[in-house]
């Protein structure tokens, strides 16, 4: 049994999307020596994956990516990836024990060039992970291209161990006799930054999402979209097809005590509205048109995109749909009522998107139980002074950044991330424990 | 060195079993992808033709081609006169 490897930080980082690596930066820059963790094989989060950012029309990998080269080579940041929080307890004012395990990844990632020839190689293929499904990767893998670290991993659940990766590394980097590596960290403080989940839209059977190829979720469609895309066009899931009318079905999962979420997600009316436009962009000739109960445009610039996307030609129609019904050829009937008449119409689209909502991340819940982990009313992390401190939690130390305590897009992401740095950084400072 | 570059995959197999299913999935992945290589050919295809002479669901197909498109086996040659649907030629 391999014996668990102890190590001291200023602060561990839980979550490696943009609000951990702001904060593990910010922290980073004023001297303290930072863990960041991330579960996931690459940091980034669901920015990286995301097409551009509203409403500039930014590149989002352009914004993400010098962050994440900055935070990687930063000598005060240590990332783990691909790890796990098992528990964070508390043990007095100024210290934390966290228990993590980092699962082998099968690379040795020191010697990783992320040359590919690995993946090149492995005959194995699987539905991908990061493109929702929508085309195959290999069990010897990079995630994507701008993945960051941008090393190979080995699927070891899909993998049939023929050793063609191994033949083809040129650094002779795979490990197959890696092992899980239990690790006890000590910590002056923990900055949360487990950010949201996406709601399932199989939950709602009336949309057809479960049955129906066309009806995809804003993320696919945000991975169609992307540089990195699976189709390297967009074209529908079911059969290839050029898509002609496209529609947009807003407050999927947000907004609706039915499912339990009664809360506006924030960000869905703007990133439909950006995903609207560049599907103008895209596809010249297709009518797109979001159905919506009311558009929120509150935020910089926001109005202006809003009215820009209407210049452009796309169709704002105040309606909830009821439901979506898939014909022989793919192609869906949506039922909706009319707000502004009061009447059920119908209309007929080949593709619908579903601007799914903001849901709380629960895993800090798991591992901080023994110190109660508070929530407020919509299962988000609880401020404890929401107008004055909000990143703090109601754990002394522990600090919120980003999503974890609600929706947010993404500048209020990073200046979250900002706050919560900042007070981890006086937190820090008052300690008097050495470690 | 060679020696050592071989060992772990080895070394792996004697204490992880390979599950079947990712086995059969393997054959079933090469079986479908030899059979579109030989469908297509040196024509140009588009996925509902292709579904159809596969005798497989277009959604079926589109992932067999576009994986295949990603990791270089296929090609994209343009798109058809109703502007419906791409074609795609297998790389030579």
């Known amino acids: ?435 | 060195m060679e020696e050592n570059k071989e060992q772990t995959f080895r070394q792996k197999r004697e204490t992880h079993t390979v599950p079947q299913h990712v086995k059969d999935k393997l054959k079933e992945y090469n079986s479908i992808k030899k059979r579109i290589t030989e469908i297509m050919g040196d024509e140009e295809w588009n996925i509902p033709n292709l579904a159809a002479k596969l005798e497989m669901s277009t959604t079926e197909t589109l992932y067999y081609v576009m994986s295949m498109l990603k990791f270089g086996q296929v090609v994209t040659t343009g798109v058809d006169d109703m502007d419906e649907y791409y074609f795609y030629k297998i790389k030579k």
């Open chain 1, 1 to 435: 049994m391999p014996s668990i490897q102890k190590l001291n930080f200023d602060a561990v980082v839980v979550g490696g999307g943009i609000a951990g690596v702001e904060s593990a930066l910010n922290i980073a820059n004023s001297g303290y020596k930072v863990l960041l963790v991330e579960k996931d094989l690459t940091i980034g989060g669901k920015m990286i994956l995301l097409s551009k950012v509203f409403p500039t029309l930014d590149c989002a990998a352009c914004i993400t990516t010098p962050k994440i080269s900055e935070v990687a080579r930063h000598p005060n940041v240590t990332i783990f990836t691909q790890t796990e929080v098992k528990a964070i307890h508390k043990q007095d004012n100024h210290y934390f024990k966290a228990e993590i395990v980092k699962h082998a990844r099968f690379i040795d990632e020191s010697n990783c060039t992320g040359c590919q020839l690995c993946e090149e190689a492995c005959p194995v293929v699987v539905p991908d992970q990061y493109q929702y499904g929508m085309v195959g990767r290999k069990a010897a893998y990079i995630p994507f291209n701008i993945a960051s670290p941008r090393i190979a991993a080995i699927d070891i659940e899909n993998c049939i161990l023929c050793g063609a990766c191994e033949k083809a590394c040129p650094t002779q980097c795979i490990d197959f006799m890696q092992h899980d590596e239990e690790y006890q960290i000590i910590t002056r403080s923990v900055v949360v930054a487990t950010g949201f989940n996406l709601f399932d839209p199989v939950k709602i059977p009336r949309f057809s999402s479960e049955t129906a190829q066309n009806v995809i979720t804003s993320m696919q469609m945000e991975r169609l979209l992307a540089p990195t895309r699976p189709y390297n066009h967009v074209i529908r899931p079911s059969d290839g097809r050029i898509p002609d009318k496209i529609a947009y079905v807003l407050c999927t999962g947000s907004r609706d005590l039915s499912v339990g979420n009664p809360i506006c997600s924030q960000i869905c009316c703007m990133y439909s509205i950006k995903q609207a436009q560049l599907l103008m962009g895209s596809l010249p000739m297709a009518d797109v048109t979001i159905y919506y109960i009311n558009i929120r445009s509150f935020g910089k610039g926001f109005e202006e995109f809003y009215e820009q996307a209407k210049g452009m030609g796309v169709n704002f129609v105040k309606g909830k749909v009821g439901k979506i019904t898939e014909k022989s050829n793919g192609n869906l009937t949506l039922r909706y009522e009319d707000i502004k008449t009061g009447k059920l119409k119908e209309a007929d689209h080949d593709l619908v998107i579903l601007s799914v909502g903001v849901l709380s991340n629960d895993d800090p819940q798991q591992f901080f139980a023994e110190n109660e982990w508070k929530k407020d009313k919509f299962n988000f992390a609880l401020q404890k002074d929401l107008f004055f401190k909000p990143s703090l939690s109601n754990i002394e130390g522990v600090f919120l950044a980003g999503t974890t305590s609600g929706p947010m897009d993404i500048p209020d992401t990073i200046l979250s991330a900002g706050a919560a740095s900042m007070e981890t950084i006086r937190y820090i400072k008052q300690s008097t424990v050495e470690i």
